[in-house]
């Protein structure tokens, strides 16, 4: 399968790639490293149970679905006064030093075959850089793709005391024939007594093969959140992970999903505990119906130095539809004693004695249904800070909800 | 006769570069006397109550904490020791205290699943009964291994079958019958686990017949009052009472209300402040407080400093 | 840091590769697991040859099957050599299994049976010191009154020449065929000993059947296979293994049990294993279960070294139910990956799995376990409890779950919490008197104290006298 890659991507192209951007020699050797080690990096993990993959990501054509010189979008990058929001080019151009020192700090380029390709091959990207004390709401960056492949990049770096809340999403936009690939790197960087949320709201169409890894780290008394939300794209491997490096440190990890038709998701959460005194609350609840399928893996990994742990998980699937599929696999790895940790997971369909109940009260099947479906999703969508983000998941819940037959 | 005896003593908690709570504590309780501790919250009550039955988060900087124990306090262990004992508390582990005769009951008793309350209370009993025998026997000096006749309360379980060092079952279960009885207690609460699940009130109903069945020395009853309605808080209140009446047990009662104490009367009100005791009275100190309010000490105590 | 990276990689595939060769020179040598040895057993043990097939089948299957170590958290299986283990099969070499006399044993070992107070004679038989045991003539009572309603319990060698119809339909074929795992691949080849057990329609047998006793010679309870075929509307309770360690100079331990639930029937397998510390436990245990019926798997594992040990029910009929209780005790130097699979293949179906592990010393433990609910099980449930207790920092709690669903009307839930025993209960338990052993004893007994209310009396008191023992000395 990298052979495949490696027939269409070679180093001049990184090269042209790199000089079109007018990039610095340093990133056009991480670059072309991250391309080096293609051919000896393995697929993202996915979980495999006695004669069964859950996700198979090394059954994709690469080779046709990335076209990296063809690379077309729009992106909207908006942010309030006091912090800056700059393309990724801008940001190299006026913050070199900044981003080499934390480009690839979060995610290691190298950690698999596809963030390999990722940054062999990104074209655009975005980064919020917050100042120490500074606090800043309403952080917005809309990309939509227009051609066959896009590789995009984020970097937020938020200094100590400061605080942010952004949204980021993926659209489609230009048809294109085939199918897509999207693929997105975000590295959240949180200082000491530092606050971030970062939402996602992926609504990709239905033919784009999509990979996103979040990455976030906490300093002392920091905290990640992330908040992701999938609704569309053909296949996705959406991982979010928060590593809690500092003392007191947090991160509360919220996903909602809504698979319909052939869809499949991936979602993964995960948390580092490798600190004292360490928070950790994953919260994930997804819907899935027609021939979708839905598969989740939720990791809580608490070091030996991660005295004083308190780390939650919880996962709910709905299921509407027969023909669909759920698998989940919560985990918890625990080597210090002295951790609180719990996680639950659920999969069912909705409560039919809350639907008698409904019915009873006049209220039609179908939007009894849709109410309780709704209602299923208020405890994720309760820790979204970002109003857009809520309003809008939230549509498009209703929108899949009213287009079922 | 029992006498519980503090000290100077001073504690801070125990981590580094800890808060230092108690700031030189003077308390004395005898058998049959029922002592009010108050004080405004943060002055170091609960602390005095743990410290006294050794819980490890709190470190003691100074002072002292005695249990001196006359000779009829253990004549029924069927030792023969012709002296009165002192122990130093602070010396002993949490368990050898229980098993002088110290009881806590605790503001927030630990709930352990899986532990019925009649397997619990029959192993803390013969826990108790088996390690006053070694303690005993490190003073025994020149033993005699004559028993001694029963000379104790009517009501010791002591009396049982101290042969085997252990109270059968059959005996135990009516024991806890009669003690249940008396605090009004339903007989299923035997075979619940150890606090789990019990309401608030259940919880303090359950320490102080937890304190009936272990027949303490001196007990040591942080807010045993709170979170009771008036009728448990009576049946809370009868059991105190019967303790000191029936067992003799001196009676160190923590609280922040009259309430409690207009149905356990107590000989003598101490009043704390910033972790020291700063008025002492009768139960007419307690009544003045109520009235004024401990902003009234403060004044009265600081003014006077 | 990528040429780095590219020159560690080299000379592990190196390394790897030296490895391989080591292997496959020793593999060669006389004393390897081959060909000539399986026949050596099948016809020391006059086996038909159609049992001697499914070894040699067994074997080519066990030499190209990989090794179950890449899981996550697998333990380390490379001291697995399993060409030493030839001396302890082949009848014709004069057999070093076991130790000669009581004295030669492990002193941990010999401390345990003296602390659980068995009286000599089974102290020999059950620690795997040579001497027989006459275990017979306890049952012979028991076995007539069976043998008068039809069931069989005999030994599985007994059971190759005399019920040969019944073995050649249910031995490793549907149930656990000799590909499903490397070890149990590996057993097919050098199986020896267990149980038969066959229970007739609309029996049932009262008394728990005990193979307690049963492993009394050497290689036997090393590689024992149990087979228990309950008929329709049957009941049986089956005791394996006994909580007194078993010593083997030989650290492998494989066993294979298969279980056939009829219709309406109800069988329940209960085992408490203590192998002892150098062992590698790695079973292979299934049960199929037709409608209406029911299997129940109890197991204790505490000995052992590394266990790898997931009992599994397919419930294969509607309305078929399974349960699941384990406990897991891991301390220094133990890995015990434990946990349950459950298939759901019709409607109705149900399964309840219970589990409760405790570590310490820097052990590990782990659940992992898998539940599967296949498309048109519908009305199917499934509810999975994981809790684990950790003592100390040095040790190490995993929960691994997987759920499969394919099904929209079912009922699927999933907890799992990982605690340490709070100092503060310990200071309550103290204060009342109890002593900081006793006080943390009393903590795991009422921990895994809804698991030994469903054992049977005798076992529940067995288990939590070896626990305390397990404790002792690593607490206060």
Same mark, same amino acid.
Not at chain 2, 88 to 93: I, K, M
């Given at each position: 399968m990298s052979t495949q890659v490696h027939a269409s991507v070679d180093e001049s192209t990184v090269r042209q790639l790199s000089e079109e951007l007018g990039e610095p020699e340093w990133l056009l050797e991480t670059r072309l490293d991250a391309l080096d080690a293609l051919e000896d990096l393995d697929f993202p993990d996915v979980i495999q149970t006695p004669g069964r993959?859950?996700?198979?990501?090394?059954?994709?054509d690469y080779d046709s679905l990335v076209d990296p010189l063809g690379a077309a979008e729009e992106k909207d990058q908006v942010g309030p006064d006091g912090v800056e929001v700059l393309s990724f080019t801008e940001a190299v151009d006026e913050h070199e030093a900044l981003i080499r020192e934390r480009f690839?700090?979060?995610?290691?380029?190298?950690?698999?075959y596809l963030t390999a390709l990722s940054t062999a091959l990104f074209s655009t990207g975005t980064v919020v850089y917050v100042p120490e004390r500074v606090d800043a709401e309403d952080v917005k960056v809309r990309t939509t793709m227009n051609s066959r492949s896009l590789f995009n990049y984020t970097l937020v770096v938020a200094e100590e005391s400061s605080s942010v809340r952004l949204l980021e999403r993926q659209e489609t936009g230009e048809d294109v024939d085939g199918d897509r690939y999207y693929s997105g790197l975000v590295e959240v960087a949180a200082g000491e007594n530092a606050y971030v949320q970062y939402g996602s709201l992926q609504n990709l169409d239905q033919t784009t093969y999509n990979y996103q890894l979040k990455e976030g780290v906490a300093d002392t008394y920091g905290q990640v959140d992330f908040i992701d939300c999938n609704a569309g794209s053909r296949l996705s491997k959406s991982s979010v992970e928060t590593h809690?490096?500092?003392?007191g440190s947090e991160t509360k990890i919220v996903g909602a999903f809504y698979g319909h038709e052939d869809q499949h998701f991936d979602i993964d959460a995960r948390v580092w505990h490798?600190?004292?005194?360490t928070t950790a609350d994953l919260v994930t609840r997804g819907v899935i119906d027609d021939e979708s399928r839905s598969v989740y893996e939720g990791v809580q990994d608490v070091g030996r130095?991660?005295?004083?742990t308190s780390s939650y998980q919880r996962e709910n699937t709905l299921m509407l539809s027969d023909e669909s599929e759920a698998d989940a696999s919560p985990k918890l790895i625990i080597n210090n004693h002295d951790t609180e940790a719990s996680h639950s997971a659920t999969v069912g369909q909705v409560d039919e004695s809350d639907m008698f109940y409904m019915g009873s009260r006049a209220i039609p099947e179908r939007t009894a249904k849709n109410m309780l479906v709704e209602g299923f999703y208020v405890p994720v969508l309760e820790?979204?800070?970002v109003d857009e983000l809520r309003d809008d998941f939230e549509r498009l819940v209703r929108d899949r909800l009213d287009s079922r037959d | 006769m029992a006498t519980l005896e503090l000290n100077n003593l001073h504690a801070e908690v125990a981590e580094d570069g800890g808060e230092t709570i108690l700031r030189g504590v003077d308390l004395e309780v005898s058998s049959g006397e029922i002592h009010a501790l108050m004080g405004p919250n943060g002055s170091g009550k609960s602390t005095t109550a743990k410290i006294i039955a050794g819980h490890p988060s709190y470190e003691v900087t100074d002072g002292e904490v005695l249990l001196h124990l006359d000779k009829d306090e253990f004549e029924t262990d069927g030792v023969e020791i012709d002296d009165d004992l002192t122990w130093?508390?602070?010396?002993?582990?949490p368990n050898e205290r229980a098993a002088l005769g110290i009881f806590l009951a605790f503001q927030y008793p630990a709930e352990i699943e899986g532990v019925t309350m009649v397997n619990f209370l029959r192993t803390a009993l013969n826990a108790k009964l088996e390690e006053r025998e070694e303690l005993f026997e490190d003073d025994e000096?020149?033993?005699?291994?004559e028993e001694e006749d029963d000379?104790?309360?009517?009501? +010791?379980?002591?009396?049982?079958?101290?042969d085997e060092g252990e109270v059968g079952v059959a005996e135990f279960q009516q024991l806890l019958q009669e003690k249940m009885e008396l605090l009004d207690m339903d007989e299923k609460f035997a075979q619940r686990?150890?606090?789990?699940?019990?309401s608030g009130g259940e919880k303090k109903q359950n320490e102080v017949l937890q304190a009936a069945i272990l027949e303490p020395s001196v007990a040591v009853l942080d807010e045993?009052? +709170?979170?009771?309605?008036i009728d448990r808080l009576q049946d809370v209140a009868n059991g105190i009472n019967a303790l000191r009446e029936e067992v003799g047990t001196g009676v160190l009662q923590i609280t922040h209300y009259q309430r409690i104490l207009d149905y356990v009367e107590p000989d003598y009100v101490h009043i704390m402040l910033d972790g020291e005791i700063v008025k002492e009275g009768d139960a007419d100190l307690a009544k003045q407080l109520e009235e004024k309010g401990y902003d009234w000490v403060r004044e009265d105590v600081y003014e006077t400093a | 840091m990528s040429s780095d990276q590219d020159h560690l990689k080299e000379t592990e595939t190196e390394a790897r590769f030296e490895f391989k060769k080591e292997e496959s020179s020793a593999f060669e040598a006389?004393?390897?697991?081959t060909e000539e040895t399986i026949r050596v057993i099948s016809e020391d043990k006059d086996e038909p040859e159609w049992m001697l097939e499914r070894r040699l089948r067994a074997l080519k299957q066990f030499r190209q099957m990989p090794m179950?170590?890449?899981?996550? *958290?697998?333990?380390?299986? %490379?001291? !697995?050599? !399993?060409?030493?283990i030839v001396p302890y099969i082949r009848p014709d070499i004069e057999t070093r299994g076991g130790?000669?006399?009581?004295?030669?044993?492990?002193d941990e070992i010999q401390d345990t049976f003296d602390k659980l107070g068995i009286p000599e004679a089974e102290k020999n038989a059950l620690s795997g010191v040579g001497a027989q045991y006459e275990s017979e003539i306890v049952y012979q009572n028991m076995q007539e009154q069976w043998e008068e309603k039809g069931v069989i319990f005999c030994d599985m060698d007994q059971a190759v020449q005399e019920h040969e119809e019944i073995l050649k339909e249910h031995f490793m074929t549907?149930? !656990?065929? &000799? %590909?499903?795992?490397k070890f149990a691949a590996l057993h097919g080849a050098i199986w020896s000993g267990g149980s038969f057990v066959y229970v007739p329609e609309?029996?049932?047998?009262?008394?728990p059947v005990q193979?307690?006793?049963?492993?009394? %010679?050497?290689?036997? *309870?090393?590689?024992e296979h149990t087979l228990i075929v309950a008929e329709e509307n049957s009941e049986v309770h089956y005791i394996e293994g006994c909580s007194a360690p078993k010593y083997s100079e030989f650290n492998l331990h494989s066993g294979g049990v298969e279980v056939f639930v009829g219709e309406g029937a109800h069988v329940q397998y209960s085992t408490v294993q203590n192998w002892s510390k150098n062992t590698y436990n790695l079973n292979t245990k299934r049960a199929i279960v037709e409608k209406d019926g029911t299997m129940e798997w109890v197991s204790g594992s505490m000995g052992s070294k590394a266990t790898m040990l997931y009992p599994s029910s397919v419930?294969?009929?509607?309305g078929a139910t399974d349960n699941h209780i384990t406990i897991a005790f891991a301390g220094e130097n133990q890995n015990i990956d434990t946990g349950a699979k459950v298939y759901h293949?019709?409607?109705?179906t149900k399964s309840t799995i219970e589990s409760k592990s405790i570590s310490k010393d820097g052990g590990r433990t782990n659940y992992r376990g898998l539940v599967h609910i296949a498309d *048109? &099980?519908?009305n199917s449930s499934t509810s999975v409890e994981c809790d684990a207790l950790m003592f100390d920092n040095e040790s190490t709690s995993d929960t691994m779950p997987y759920m499969e669903i394919q099904e929209s009307k079912v009922d699927v839930a999933h907890e799992a919490t990982v605690g340490k025993i709070g100092d503060e209960d310990v200071f309550y338990l103290q204060s009342r008197g109890l002593d900081d052993d006793d006080a943390k004893q009393m903590i795991v007994a009422g921990f895994i104290e809804p698991i030994t209310e469903e054992l049977p009396i005798e076992y529940a008191v067995e288990l939590n006298r070896l626990i305390e023992l397990e404790m002792e000395g690593s607490l206060g």
């Open positions: 993959l859950w996700t198979d990501l090394a059954d994709l690839g700090s979060v995610i290691d380029p190298q950690t698999n809690l490096r500092g003392d490798r600190n004292e005194n130095d991660a005295w004083n820790e979204i800070a | 130093d508390l602070l010396d002993l582990e000096g020149e033993a005699d291994a000379a104790g309360y009517d009501t +010791s379980p002591m009396e049982g079958d101290v686990y150890l606090n789990a699940g019990f045993i009052d +709170s979170g009771l309605d | 006389e004393k390897g697991l179950p170590d890449d899981w996550p *958290g697998a333990p380390d299986l %490379s001291e !697995v050599d !399993v060409d030493e130790a000669e006399n009581w004295e030669d044993l492990p549907k149930n !656990v065929p &000799a %590909s499903d795992n609309n029996v049932t047998v009262q008394m193979a307690y006793f049963r492993m009394n %010679s050497d290689g036997m *309870g090393q590689f419930l294969k009929g509607p293949n019709a409607p109705n *048109g &099980a519908e």
